[in-house]
């Protein structure tokens, strides 16, 4: 069974739906983060999170949100979506072991299309 | 401008030869260097990491840093069909409060058999 996992893997919607994308880890690691991927703008991170409480957003949160219902769930929402949010989105997971960098581990993404 | 360039590719190779992949950066806070590879429809995962200036192999890969130029590379020796993929390089400064990783946008590399 895969590490980390990411529920839909595809979703076309319309103009002003809202959206939540869950993702789900057996890696037993405290830390996960949400990024979007776009063509030729590379990785970029949503939002993230160290821990249940610890929430903080990242490079291109404006128009997203995201709950940490547990360690193992992370869920990011799109209130009303927009054509512009059309990307793939993937969760990631890494340790909290107090080195300075951390390995993350990727899902298999989550195909969105906003039409 | 971004904070880290890389070239989008396509690139093209038959088997066997060498690949150089390249990522330049602007911030020089910049100390930890990854290189994740992304195969079709699946998502990164990681490939080398360095720490600060140097060099660093794993098998047919060599990762080099230069940080008084800015710039990484990631070489791959005897390609192989299957090391086609979009490879991304990714960066990350050693300050506590900066929790993030920076990424390029990816190099997409097909290795022809």
């Known amino acids: 069974d895969a590490d980390v996992t990411q529920t839909p893997r595809n979703r076309i919607t319309k103009t002003g739906k809202r959206i939540m994308l869950e993702c789900s880890q057996t890696k037993g690691h405290d830390r996960m983060y949400w990024y979007r991927q776009d063509p030729g703008l590379g990785l970029r991170l949503i939002y993230y999170s160290f821990d249940v409480k610890d929430i903080n957003k990242g490079e291109i949160s404006d128009g997203y949100s995201v709950s940490r219902q547990a360690q193992a769930k992370f869920s990011l929402s799109l209130e009303s979506a927009i054509p512009n949010q059309t990307a793939l989105y993937f969760c990631a997971t890494s340790e909290s072991s107090g080195r300075v960098y951390n390995e993350q581990f990727f899902g298999p993404g989550t195909r969105l299309t906003v039409l | 401008q971004k904070e880290v360039e890389q070239d989008p590719g396509p690139l093209s190779v038959p088997e066997g030869a060498i690949v150089s992949l390249n990522c330049t950066y602007s911030n020089s806070a910049f100390q930890y260097f990854m290189w994740y590879r992304q195969y079709s429809r699946k998502g990164p995962e990681l490939l080398m990491y360095t720490y600060s200036s140097g060099n660093k192999e794993d098998g047919r890969f060599t990762a080099q840093v230069d940080k008084s130029s800015k710039y990484i590379s990631l070489f791959i020796r005897d390609s192989q069909p299957s090391d086609s993929a979009t490879y991304l390089c990714?960066?990350?400064?050693?300050?506590?409060?900066?929790?993030?990783?920076?990424f390029g946008s990816g190099t997409q590399l097909t290795v022809l058999p």
């Open positions: 990714a960066m990350k400064s050693s300050s506590g409060s900066a929790r993030q990783l920076t």
